[in-house]
């Protein structure tokens, strides 16, 4: 399975464990909460960057590396029996979505989906209804996959890629603008990606996102480079309101990758309900 757990506690896991798949977003602040709640979390990332964003607690697990298959995921289940499973992984990271659904619906295991659109007031099938419909909103351009940039002009455009670098040559393959640059994290399989995509050196930034939500890198990098439209993700949370606010600003061009579809059946929560489902052990 090729992982390794930090924080390990003693002995068999009680009845008041809960399982969180989740990255550096919207997941430190969600174990946070159920620590504080009381509960025992073991939280599922995929890099050990990504556990460096959470503090260690007696409470806390860290579990390091990718769910490859169902039988990694049983393996978690028969060790930790958690009460519950949470899902708060990237909107876009649908693989680990539709392999939890596959492994935990016929168990019945309880499980919930952390949803990062906050508008969200009751608990809805996460099949992507619940998500603001491409026209709807006056601001981005929405776009349904990455081969939709075939059918945008976007000649004379100097565009940043914010979509992260796995994604970088099928966005440079579809799009006709007159120059791309992209802002990736700073890690170094980021940064190769983005080299190997052909993007020269010049065009790329390695910023980590202020958790905060703060801006100031990224709107100077779109003035240094002149950007006159900008793609990113509907990822919701901070992330997609940080570009939205950018373009905003300075009066850029917003594509908007709209999210997929989830192959799940959990209930989507957004934060405050979420917490107030699970309650204390």
Partial sequence: MHQRSLHQPDGQAPTDSLWLLAGTGEGPPLAAALLTAGWRVRVSVVTPEAARAYAP?????LQVGALLDGAAVSAVLQELRPRWVIDATHPFAVQISALLEQVLAPLAQPRLRLARDTTMATATPCVGAAQPAPGLDDGPEWLRDLDG??????????????IGSRHLPQAL??????????????RPASLQLALAAGLPDAHLACLRPDPSGSS???????????????????????GEERWRQICREL???LLLLERPAEPGSAA?????????KLGRP
Avoid: K, T
Wanted: with cysteine; net charge positive.
């Fill in 149 to 162: 940039l075939r059918r945008i002009d976007l000649s004379g455009e100097r565009l940043l890629l914010a």
């Fill in 57 to 61: 607690h007696p409470r806390l697990e």
């Fill in 216 to 238: 100031p890198l990224e709107q100077a990098l779109c003035r240094r480079w002149r950007i006159s439209a900008v793609l990113c993700r509907q990822s919701g949370g901070a």
């Fill in 173 to 186: 393959a579809a799009s006709n603008a007159a120059a791309h640059f992209a802002r990736v994290l700073d």
């Fill in 251 to 253: 009066g850029l061009r």
């Fill in 268 to 276: 989507c929560l957004p934060l405050a309900a979420l917490l107030e």
